[in-house]
Nanobody, 126 residues
């Protein structure tokens, strides 16, 4: 079992920045991929970004490329999502997720993730 706790959400004006964190605990020795998804009201959950835990290879949705950066701290079992130039359409609940004990390339489908956090709200006002 892996437990995930997100933090760092909040409200910001368009053009602003936020940094999300997701700390993993439990059986963290077999983390394969850590990713971020988001879900806006009335919409399906969508992929945002992911990083392979061992090599640090990153993947991004087209909608966030150049604005968001995913990074990881292996020693702290934590993944970060730095979000810059935020837009109102970035408003959503952001979820952290883990692919456990394997690597899935590309890690963009929610179905391949094994564990999920509780989510953190990000609200961007115009």
């Amino acid at each position: 079992q892996v437990q995930l706790v997100e933090s760092g959400g909040g409200s910001v004006q368009a053009g602003g920045s936020l940094r999300l964190s997701c700390a993993a605990s439990g059986r963290t020795f077999s983390l394969g991929v850590m990713g971020w998804f988001r879900q806006a009201p009335g919409k399906e959950r969508e992929f945002v970004a992911a990083v392979t835990w061992s090599r640090g290879r990153s993947y991004y949705a087209d909608s966030v490329k150049g604005r968001f950066t995913i990074s990881r701290d292996n020693a702290k079992n934590t993944v970060y999502l730095q979000m810059n130039s935020l837009k109102p359409e970035d408003t959503a609940v952001y979820y952290c997720a883990v692919v456990y004990d394997r690597i899935v390339i590309p890690p963009v489908k929610s179905q391949v993730y094994d564990y999920w956090g509780q989510g953190t709200q990000v609200t961007v006002s115009s």
